[in-house]
């Protein structure tokens, strides 16, 4: 079959690499000059900055489209493990060094508090059973109802009606240790005061399989990633924006899609990476939309946002890891803020990246390559991001120099800096959101806007806003699963399915 992939972040790659691996002819359509969606990569001043992601997890969902393919990963890009995973800093001064080595993770607990030890084990090997579960789910598609029913006695089984701060706070006492174990969904766009429990397995996700990273930066592996594509007689056409999906109006069914300029690319499957919903309101007249329409569209809780700036820097700062999660003087309180009254708060929780401890390519020789990141509220506040940019930035700068980077402002000699308007206008993200659909348990699975269209046979979804959601783990079994759907054009020659690793 003719095949065209709407966007090449990291669901549209993997859809497209698997579906050409199957024998379609697939034409991989991305709007900027850069292939990577979200993991874009901004290069200025010597300095390379990841746009997006830059915490890989779940190393054999890579791993699995180069065998696929017949190649090695190793021939295209060099994934090395970090650790530690991250150091989480509280404003008491306190660090909490977190990686995946079971004694190691004790004695912390033990540091912070002894009396967290037995409850630790006890999350522990609930959330084994959690990760057992969900990972059996992540790359199966939920497109009936039934399929739901089928998975509801072990959702209940596994509490996946709380969230995850309350699952870990039945275990944990100490207010630290309990952020440590329940921030984890705030990396996919989630409230860990409102995601399912479900989430709870990207602890274990982490401690069983590591955090992983790529030389050269995220941008090398999607780079990789679509060489890999091209190398199996893909087609990737970059500065190509799609303007809309063309449907047959007696049929219901997509026979292409328009670019932009006009050109038209015939095709008997479409394969949507975009955002979901700018998807369904700007590209698919709401004539073909019973299903998907504006009202119920709009009517989903969508993540929040970000604030993030790179900078380099002309000096290094040795005593910063690779990945710093810097929790400031409120959890739940900021946490409420930008989920539930969609306010910016005078306070703040960041994410520290500091690449070149463990990659010297990324900078000049003596200098430091980084990006500080802010979760904030999305576009249906009432936050100016056209006058608050400024503001904001300075309060984040005068704050790191305050507490972590001493003399920070005189050492910064690049810039660059994103906020949701920038999810917005440049990625065409609905109301500015960095992560689309919000994973709370009444929008995941069967509830979340499905991997195949409702309203039109032959339109498919993979990347954040549908099932399983956010995350590189969840964005490339989306793609899996939009390829496993729509299946072989030939005999296969290889075998797709993949034993997920327990």
């Known amino acids: 079959m003719q095949i065209v992939v709407i966007g090449s972040g990291f669901g549209g790659l993997s859809a497209a690499i698997r579906l050409q691996a199957q024998g379609h002819t697939v034409t991989l359509l991305e709007m900027r000059d850069k292939?990577?969606?979200r993991a874009y990569v901004y290069e200025q001043d010597g300095f390379t900055f990841d746009g997006g992601p830059t915490i890989i997890t779940a190393p054999w969902l890579i791993h699995d489209l180069f065998t696929l393919c017949g190649?090695?990963?190793?021939?295209?890009?060099?994934?090395?493990?970090?650790?530690?995973?991250?150091?989480?800093?509280?404003?008491?001064?306190?660090?909490?060094?977190?990686?995946?080595?079971?004694?190691?993770?004790?004695?912390?607990?033990r540091r912070f508090n002894p009396a967290d030890v037995d409850g630790y084990l006890r999350?522990?090997?609930?959330?084994?059973k959690i990760y057992q579960k969900g990972f059996e789910l992540i790359d199966q598609p939920f497109t009936k109802f039934s399929d739901m029913v089928k998975i509801m006695p072990d959702l209940v089984r596994l509490q996946s009606q709380k969230s995850v701060a309350a699952f870990v706070n039945q275990y944990i006492k100490d207010e630290r240790l309990r952020q440590v174990f329940s921030f984890h969904p705030l990396l996919i766009g989630g409230n860990p005061f409102q995601s399912t429990s479900i989430y709870a397995l990207i602890h274990t996700l982490e401690r069983k399989f590591g955090v992983?990273?790529?030389?050269?930066?995220?941008?090398?592996?999607?780079?990789?990633?679509?060489?890999?594509?091209?190398?199996?007689?893909?087609?990737?056409?970059?500065?190509?924006?799609?303007?809309?999906?063309?449907?047959?109006?007696?049929?219901?069914?997509a026979t292409g899609v328009q670019g932009r300029d006009g050109t038209i690319y015939p095709a008997d499957s479409v394969v949507s990476n975009a955002d979901v919903a700018f998807t369904y309101l700007n590209m698919i007249p709401?004539?073909?939309?019973?299903?998907?329409?504006?009202?119920?569209?709009?009517?989903?809780?969508?993540?929040?946002?970000?604030?993030?700036i790179y900078?380099?820097?002309?000096?290094?700062?040795?005593?910063?890891?690779?990945?710093?999660?810097?929790?400031?003087?409120?959890?739940?309180?900021?946490?409420?803020?930008?989920?539930?009254?969609?306010?910016?708060?005078?306070?703040?929780?960041?994410?520290?990246?500091?690449?070149?401890?463990?990659?010297?390519?990324l900078a000049p020789a003596g200098c430091d390559s980084w990006y500080v990141l802010s979760p904030v509220p999305h576009l249906g506040g009432e936050t100016d991001w056209t006058t608050m940019a400024k503001p904001y930035r300075?309060?984040?700068?005068?704050?790191?120099?305050?507490?972590?980077?001493?003399?920070?402002?005189?050492?910064?000699?690049s810039e660059h800096s994103i906020n949701p308007l920038h999810f917005r206008d440049t990625l065409n993200s609905y109301l500015g959101s960095a992560f689309s659909v919000e994973p709370i348990l009444t929008q995941s699975a069967w509830f979340r806007p499905h991997n195949l269209s409702e309203d039109i046979p032959n339109l498919y979804f993979a990347g954040a806003g549908?099932?399983?959601?956010?995350?590189?783990?969840?964005?490339?079994?989306?793609?899996?699963?939009?390829?496993?759907m729509i299946g072989y054009n030939h005999v296969p020659n290889v075998e797709t399915n993949i034993a997920v690793p327990s």
């Not at 999350?123 to 084994?128: I, L, T």
């Not at 890999?228 to 069914?253: H, P, R, S």
């Not at 990945?323 to 930008?338: F, S």
């Not at 910016?344 to 994410?351: G, I, T």
């Open 466 to 484: 549908t099932h399983p959601g956010a995350g590189l783990p969840g964005v490339m079994s989306s793609g899996k699963i939009v390829a496993d």
């Open 35 to 37: 292939p990577g969606g």
């Open 311 to 361: 900078f380099g820097t002309d000096r290094t700062y040795e005593n910063v890891a690779h990945h710093e999660i810097l929790m400031g003087p409120r959890y739940r309180g900021l946490l409420d803020d930008i989920f539930k009254h969609k306010r910016l708060a005078d306070d703040f929780s960041l994410y520290l990246h500091r690449p070149t401890a463990t990659d010297l390519s």
């Open 71 to 109: 190649k090695k990963t190793e021939d295209y890009v060099k994934l090395i493990s970090i650790n530690p995973f991250y150091n989480i800093r509280f404003e008491d001064g306190s660090v909490f060094h977190y990686n995946g080595d079971q004694e190691h993770i004790l004695d912390e607990v």
């Open 123 to 128: 999350f522990a090997e609930v959330g084994e």
């Open 394 to 413: 300075d309060k984040i700068i005068a704050y790191l120099e305050q507490h972590y980077l001493p003399d920070l402002s005189k050492h910064i000699v």
């Open 212 to 253: 992983w990273y790529a030389m050269g930066g995220t941008g090398a592996l999607v780079r990789a990633l679509a060489q890999l594509f091209q190398d199996i007689g893909g087609t990737l056409l970059l500065n190509n924006e799609v303007a809309t999906i063309e449907i047959d109006a007696q049929t219901g069914k």
């Open 286 to 308: 709401a004539q073909f939309r019973h299903k998907n329409t504006d009202r119920r569209i709009k009517g989903l809780e969508y993540a929040m946002s970000l604030f993030v």
